[in-house]
Nanobody, 121 residues
Framework: VQLQASGGGLVQTGDSLTLSCAAS????????MGWFRQAPGSVREFVAA?????YYADSVKGRFTISRDNAKHTVSLQMSGLKPEDTAKYYC??????????????????WGQGTQVTVSS
């Protein structure tokens, strides 16, 4: 499985941005897709995920929306009301085990290369 993330950039506080992740290879209908982010000097943290339902970190709930298009093998992260603290490299990830934790970085089996999001104040 290969994951290719795109859509990052430099934006201002309050702006919106949409990240996309294209998946290729052997994909299953039970794969859970997720987004994580990592700021310099920080651990990689959960942002959002979805399989049949969606999961969000408290810090992005109400501002970010995850969606997926199974026919196109893509997952998107619509981000609005961006804040400087959202600045990080964003990674898409795929988990094979639908019973695993949506929030746990170690429960994801495949990772994209990341796309940088920088929010200026």
């Amino acid at each position: 499985v290969q994951l290719q993330a795109s859509g990052g950039g430099l934006v201002q506080t309050g702006d919106s941005l949409t990240l996309s992740c294209a998946a290729s290879g052997r994909l299953l209908s039970t794969d859970r897709m997720g987004w994580f982010r990592q700021a310099p000097g920080s651990v990689r943290e959960f942002v959002a995920a979805m399989l049949h339902i969606t999961y969000y970190a408290d810090s992005v709930k109400g501002r970010f929306t995850i969606s997926r298009d199974n026919a196109k093998h893509t997952v998107s992260l619509q981000m609005s009301g961006l804040k400087p603290e959202d600045t990080a490299k964003y990674y898409c990830a795929l988990a094979r085990d639908p019973q695993s934790s949506a929030h746990n970085v170690y429960d994801y089996d495949f990772w994209g290369q990341g796309t940088q999001v920088t929010v200026s104040s």
